[in-house]
Structure formats: structure tokens, C-alpha cells
């Protein structure tokens, strides 16, 4: 069974850091084809940060300086380090597998930040 689940999600104050997980069964992990993405509330799903597919990474314009992906391919795993969350970044984060026969996504997590 294919799957893709996410961790880490809570409510924290602003300025606070937050470690998302997100774990890939083996048969779609591919680690330059992972990626964070999240949804606020009335709003369209976005990217947050994502490997190329020439093994660099890719961040929002929003996160940049503040968040950090990462991962571990012998888990399966990737990782989104989030520092210094503010308000804006409140929202179901989800994580993406994104492979020429599809595309996976978890069920979110979600991160709720207070000022």
C-alpha cells in the first residue's frame, strides 16, 4: 500500500520552531521528488520547499531564511525545519511524492502559530 504521512504539526507562539516529518513508502520515494506544501483557510494550496530534480531545493519566497528541508533517504524521510514561525504560516502542511506515474500526497499535518 502506498503511502505518504506526515508529523510533527502542533500549536506553537510565534518566533517558536516546529520539525515537520513526512514518511514515503519506499516504492515512490525518490528524494528529488519530494516536497512541503500547505493550504491556509481559504486559500490555495502552495508550495513551501521542494528538491530539484538537480538535487538542490526550492523554497517559497516567504519561508526562505527561515525554513529548511532535508532528508533522509534510508528512512524514507523527509524533513521540514521551521524557525522563527510567524501568524502567516499558520495552515495544513502537506508532503508531496511526486513521480512520472503520480503524484502522493499525506493528509496534512497541521501547524497552528499564535501571535
Known amino acids: 500500500q502506498v503511502q505518504v504521512v506526515e508529523s510533527g504539526g502542533g500549536v506553537v507562539q510565534a518566533g517558536e520552531s516546529l520539525r515537520l516529518s513526512c514518511v514515503a513508502s519506499e516504492i515512490i520515494f525518490s528524494i528529488n521528488n519530494m516536497g512541503w506544501y500547505r493550504q491556509a483557510p481559504g486559500k490555495p494550496r502552495e508550495l513551501v520547499a521542494r528538491f530539484t530534480s538537480d538535487g538542490g531545493t526550492d523554497y517559497a519566497d516567504s519561508v526562505k531564511g527561515r525554513f529548511t528541508i532535508s532528508g533522509d533517504s534510508a528512512k524514507n524521510t523527509v524533513y521540514l525545519q521551521m524557525n522563527s514561525l510567524n501568524p502567516e504560516d499558520t495552515a495544513l502542511y502537506y508532503c508531496?511524492?511526486?513521480?512520472?506515474?503520480?503524484?502522493?500526497w499525506g493528509q496534512g499535518t497541521h501547524v497552528t502559530v499564535s501571535s
Open positions: 508531496n511524492a511526486d513521480r512520472s506515474w503520480g503524484s502522493y
